[in-house]
Structure formats: structure tokens, C-alpha cells
């Protein structure tokens, strides 16, 4: 089993920086993908970005060039620095997690919301 604790989330007018932080525990060491998705009112959820073992990262085509997935091993932690936030940011984000098992976890979501 994997938990997996958002948090970070918040206002910001347009413009403007949030971190999202998501803390992971229980069944770390079986992880090989951690993922950032996100979901608007009315819509469906969509993958935001990717962060693989190795570090390697992939991300939306609506976000590329303004958020930084990274993972803070020591602290087993996946940040998304979100910069340049747009109104159509807007969302509840969920960290998620895949196994070498093909298992899936989810966190709770954090809402961020851009407006002036």
C-alpha cells in the first residue's frame, strides 16, 4: 500500500508561483512512476506531468515551460513548481502513483484556484 498526502494548494492571481508538495509513504521502494494530474469543474481529469525512477520527466503540452515536476528522495516528496499560472490552471490537483505491479494510488487533491 502506498498513502500519498497533497498539499500546497491555494488562491493566486494570474501570474503568479505556487509549489505543490505530496508526501509518500507506506510501499515506497515498489513506486516507478509519480504523476501530477489535475481536474476542472465539468471536466475530466488529465494528466499534468511525470516524473519516472530515473528522473526522467514529461509533461502536458499546456504546461510545458511553466511547471517543474522533481522528487526530493530524502524527504519522499514529489513537488510541482507551478509558475505563470493561468485562470484555466485552475483545478484540483492529485498526486499519483504506479507500482511495477501496475497498482495505482491516489492522494486526496489540493484545489488551486487562479483568479485576480
Known amino acids: 500500500q502506498v498513502q500519498l498526502v497533497e498539499s500546497g494548494g491555494g488562491l493566486v492571481q494570474p501570474g503568479g508561483s505556487l509549489r505543490l508538495s505530496c508526501a509518500v509513504s507506506?510501499?515506497?521502494?515498489?513506486?516507478?512512476?509519480l504523476r501530477w494530474y489535475r481536474q476542472a469543474p465539468g471536466k475530466e481529469r488529465e494528466l499534468v506531468a511525470t516524473?519516472?525512477?530515473?528522473?526522467?520527466?514529461d509533461y502536458a503540452d499546456s504546461v510545458k515551460g511553466r511547471f517543474t515536476i522533481s522528487r526530493d528522495t530524502a524527504k519522499n516528496t514529489v513537488l510541482l513548481q507551478m509558475n505563470n499560472l493561468k485562470p484555466e490552471d485552475t483545478a484540483v490537483y492529485y498526486c499519483?502513483?504506479?507500482?511495477?505491479?501496475?497498482?495505482?494510488?491516489w492522494g486526496q487533491g489540493t484545489q488551486v484556484t487562479v483568479s485576480s
Open positions: 507506506g510501499s515506497i521502494f515498489g513506486i516507478n512512476l
Open positions: 499519483n502513483a504506479r507500482q511495477y505491479t501496475y497498482s495505482y494510488y
Open positions: 516524473i519516472t525512477n530515473s528522473g526522467d520527466t
